[in-house]
Each structure stands twice: as C-alpha cells, then as structure tokens.
T-cell receptor, first 118, second 111 residues
Framework: EPEVTQTPSHQVTQMGQEVILRCVPI?????FYWYRQILGQKVEFLVSFYNNEISEKSEIFDDQFSVERPDGSNFTLKIRSTKLEDSAMYFC????????????????FGPGTRLLVL | GEDVEQSLFLSVREGDSSVINCTYT??????LYWYKQEPGAGLQLLTY?????DMKQDQRLTVLLNKKDKHLSLRIADTQTGDSAIYFC???????????FGPGTSLSVIP
C-alpha cells in the first residue's frame, strides 16, 4: 500500500534556529497538508497546499512558517526561527482529489517528525 | 467555529465491547473519521463514514452516526489489549478539506 514518508523522524534544535521538515507524499496525490500535535494535545491543522500554492492556513501558520514543493516529490515545512512552543509532532498528509478511487479519497498521514526546541 | 468533542478516558476489560463517543458542531461535515494513535506513533485511519450513512461496520468496528444530533460513536467488539491507544474522532467537509480533530479518547484495556 502506498504511504506518506517523513524525514527526519526526530529533530532537536536550538531556539532561534531554522528547521526544515520533509515529506514525500503519495505519488499521484494532489493535495498536501501539514498538521501538528503538541504533546498531550489534539492534532491541529496548519496548512494545505494545492496546485503549487497555499489553499488554506490556520492562525498557527504565521510568518515564521512556510511550505514548498521544491520538486515533483518532496513537500517541506520550514520554520524560520524556532520557538520553544514549536516543540511538537508534525504530521504531513496527502490526498487525491475527490473523485478518485474511493478508498483513496481520505487524507493519508505520514508517521510524523518529532521536533524538540531547546 | 468547527469543534469536535469526545470524552478523554475509557477503561474496559479485555473481551468486552468499547464504545467511544464524539460530538461535532459543523453541520456541513461530510466525512467523519476515527483515527488510532499508539504511544509515540503516527495516526492510523481506522474507518470513516459519509454523512449520508447511519452505520458502517468493518470487522470488529462499528461506526454509528446520528446526523441530527451530530453524534458519532465507535464500537470495538471483543476489545483486546492491543486496542489500547488514543482514538481521535475527526471531521472534514470534503476529503481534501482540512481535518478537524477531537482531543482524543485514551482507551485502556484491562487484561
């Protein structure tokens, strides 16, 4: 079964440093997402990306965050200057457009990158 | 705004049925999901139901939807210790729309 992959699985960084989290979505998917989960809390939507542009973003996704699809396979989340409160698990997800094979219509989540900001 | 609520903890004995309940507020929700998260792991989609359905059964899992009350439940039959995890109720308006998650219900299965 196809899957979303994410690298690294864990990242530790110093406050103020830039981090880039990487994701490889499922190859024929067209929508891409980032979510985050602060330890012990609910999963929160950050941003969705379609047709090489942001289609929706949440209040959390401020100017410190950016997303990019630098080539045909990777989807990245950059945090420019990390804060302590950015420590969380970051999940990438991808989705085929509605109208595809029914079992593929939902968002497929990657295993996550655990980010720790010290 | 959109909100999803669920009870935070549930404890059951091995072999019993577990029922996890969820309520949501967005009447335009079309997809309603149940995800499972084991400690330190990612999100596993267990099952989902369309808003025009009342029930969906998949092996030991039964999802019931009361659209009028915006109430969703997940029943796990013959609960096993391997079912111990956090279960997230979630919803989206379309399959490609953002998914709104509840806080998660921590299920503990007592041997």
């Amino acid at each position: 079964e196809p899957e979303v992959t994410q690298t690294p699985s864990h990242q530790v960084t110093q406050m103020g440093q830039e981090v880039i989290l990487r994701c490889v979505p499922i190859s024929n998917h067209l929508y891409f997402y980032w979510y985050r989960q602060i330890l012990g809390q609910k999963v929160e939507f950050l941003v969705s990306f379609y047709n090489n542009e942001i289609s929706e973003k949440s209040e959390i996704f401020d100017d410190q965050f950016s997303v990019e699809r630098p080539d045909g396979s990777n989807f990245t989340l950059k945090i420019r200057s990390t804060k302590l409160e950015d420590s969380a698990m970051y999940f990438c997800a991808s989705c085929i457009l509605a109208g595809g094979v029914p079992y593929q219509e939902t968002q497929y989540f990657g295993p996550g990158t655990r980010l720790l900001v010290l | 705004g959109e909100d999803v609520e669920q009870s935070l903890f549930l404890s059951v004995r091995e072999g019993d049925s577990s029922v996890i309940n969820c309520t949501y507020t967005d009447s335009s929700s079309t997809y309603l999901y149940w995800y499972k998260q084991e400690p330190g792991a990612g999100l596993q989609l267990l099952t989902y139901i369309f808003s025009n359905m009342d029930m969906k059964q998949d092996q030991r899992l039964t999802v019931l939807l009361n659209k009028k009350d915006k109430h969703l439940s997940l029943r796990i039959a013959d609960t096993q210790t391997g079912d111990s995890a956090i279960y997230f109720c979630a919803e989206s308006v379309a399959s490609y729309d953002k998914v709104i998650f509840g806080p998660g219900t921590s299920l503990s299965v007592i041997p």
